[in-house]
């Protein structure tokens, strides 16, 4: 026990760390587009999924717990490891060289950043509507909780959905780069699946960013509504 702590207290451990509780992350993200995107069935399904997510309660807390702790656990870790780098290198570097560092992975800490406060925001709006245009906290027909309804009501503001696009625009630039290095980090190298591993991770991005960047201008432009 006492040598697994410590191998995780070493650069390596938390590199691997990081890059399992980031991996965790992105199948939590995956999922829950996969689940948003139900809006485009209509309310019915996107409220009856809501609903049965909700009538568990163990296992939702207990999925909400352990997303708390892996989130916690990546960010203290991504804070941890930048500071050692940090440190490992006292003088600023005279001429930055960035030749074959692609600007996704120059700007890891602004993009984690960015998706950090937009989790904080998403979370004060939509979860526990306090913060923003607080939508309202209908009942639909079938007697379920209107999820689709508040997310019509929240995307037909602009401004919602400017800080909404923002979000997806961080979320974008960090799972760009933060995919495939994780994937590397965990040792997934072969000559014959280099090319895939390097695309892992634009691939990811762009697909979750464009499932939920649909989600908000099919509401904003009224496809649907
Ligand atoms: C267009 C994009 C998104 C939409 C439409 C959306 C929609 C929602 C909705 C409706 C809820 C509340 C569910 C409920 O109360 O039953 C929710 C909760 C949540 N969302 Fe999102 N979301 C989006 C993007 C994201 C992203 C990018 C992340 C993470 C990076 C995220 C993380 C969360 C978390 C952690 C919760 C709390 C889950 C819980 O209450 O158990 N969401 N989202």
Redesign the pocket.
């Known amino acids: 026990m006492t040598r697994l702590l410590r191998h995780f207290q070493s650069s390596v451990g938390s590199k691997v760390l990081l890059a399992l509780s980031g991996l965790g992350?992105v199948g939590?993200?995956i999922f829950?587009?996969l689940g948003?995107l139900q809006?485009f069935e209509g309310s019915r399904a996107l409220n009856s999924y809501?609903a049965f997510?909700?009538d568990m309660p163990i296992v939702?807390w207990t999925?909400?717990i352990g997303?708390l702790g892996i989130a916690v656990i990546h960010v203290a870790l991504a804070i941890h490891l930048s500071l050692q780098n940090r440190r490992a290198r006292p003088r600023a570097y005279a001429i930055h060289r960035y030749r074959y560092a692609s600007i996704a992975s120059r700007t890891m800490a602004a993009s984690g950043l960015v998706?950090l406060l937009?989790?904080v925001f998403?979370?004060l709006h939509?979860?526990a509507g306090i913060v923003g245009p607080s939508p309202p906290d209908r009942i639909d027909a079938d007697g379920y909780?209107d999820?689709y309804g508040?997310?019509i009501h929240a995307f037909q503001n602009p401004v919602i959905v400017l800080i909404?696009v923002a979000?997806?625009v961080g979320?974008a630039f960090h799972l760009h780069h933060a995919v495939s290095s994780s994937l590397q980090t965990l040792g997934f190298e072969h000559a014959a699946l280099n090319g895939l591993l390097k695309a892992a991770g634009p691939s990811v991005a762009l697909l979750?960013v464009l499932g939920?960047?649909a989600?908000?201008l099919a509401v904003f432009l009224r496809i649907v509504r």
């Open positions: 992350l939590y993200v829950h587009m948003n809006v809501a997510l909700r939702l999925a909400r997303l998706v937009f989790i998403h979370l939509l979860t909780r999820v508040l997310l909404y979000g997806q979320l979750v939920n960047v989600i908000i």
